[in-house]
């Protein structure tokens, strides 16, 4: 039996005044996929993220959801949280239990203030945040921003255990030395859908899209190696 698309996108375009970030987006995000996001800096990623989650409208196109929208979890980047936030983890979770506390290991944390919380840790407390309503599928914005490799391998061992619990999972990142282990899928975009495919075709597509000089740089896993897009135009960034 084919599994159940959650999104179907088709024909999107979004623009912010004459600047088009996306363009003629149709893809389908099905039951149990592991998808990849990936694109050169300011080529729409989270833009897309956003119009999924209802955060944006598009300006034209249609996206078609089969799970009401509180069945969407959503990890947002990490540095877009307030540093001078004062809460602990058992504030910001309202429950010192459950499921979500015990799959991602952080009950020995609940009484700590976030901010004093590394990287690593705070990325799997927002993830505890977003599985709270028992989601059946998740969305993060580059998680792994900023979190040391150590903490990265925990955090990707930890989706893995999502997706395999039936948890349909959207990555957007730059780490792709991790992803043939990991995702099912690869989505490339750069304004509008340069390729999918399997992450063993990950060379292919990436060179596609990015040329030699990208490949070279992500198998050597340095990620403050992202090529600007000098495609977008109008000089404004909204990745």
Do not use: W
């Amino acid at each position: 039996m084919a599994a159940k698309p959650l999104i179907s996108v088709s024909n999107l375009h979004f623009s912010y005044g004459e600047n088009t970030i996306l363009e003629d987006i149709n893809v389908e995000i099905v039951e149990h996929d592991f998808i990849a996001l990936i694109g050169p800096n300011g080529s729409g990623k989270t833009t897309l993220v956003k119009v999924l989650l209802g955060l944006l409208q598009p300006t034209s196109g249609e996206i078609f959801l089969s799970i009401p929208k509180e069945k969407i979890g959503y990890v947002p980047q990490r540095y877009t949280i307030d540093k001078t936030f004062p809460g602990t983890v058992e504030e910001i979770l309202i429950t010192k239990e459950g499921e979500a506390i015990k799959q991602t290991g952080i009950k020995d944390l609940l009484k700590k203030k976030f901010i004093s919380l590394s990287g690593g840790q705070q990325q799997r407390v927002l993830i505890a945040l977003a599985l709270q309503g028992s989601p059946k599928l998740l969305i993060l914005d580059e998680p792994t921003a900023g979190v040391d490799v150590q903490a990265q391998q925990a955090f990707y061992a930890l989706l893995k255990q999502l997706n395999k619990k039936g948890i349909t999972i959207i990555l957007v990142t730059h780490e792709v030395g991790v992803l043939s282990s990991l995702v099912k899928k690869v989505l490339c975009i750069n304004h509008r859908i340069c390729c999918m495919g399997h992450p063993q075709d990950m060379p292919k597509l990436l060179k596609q899209m990015y040329g030699q000089h990208f490949i070279h740089h992500h198998e050597h896993n340095h990620p403050e190696h992202h090529p600007k897009d000098s495609t977008h135009k109008g000089g404004h960034h909204h990745d």
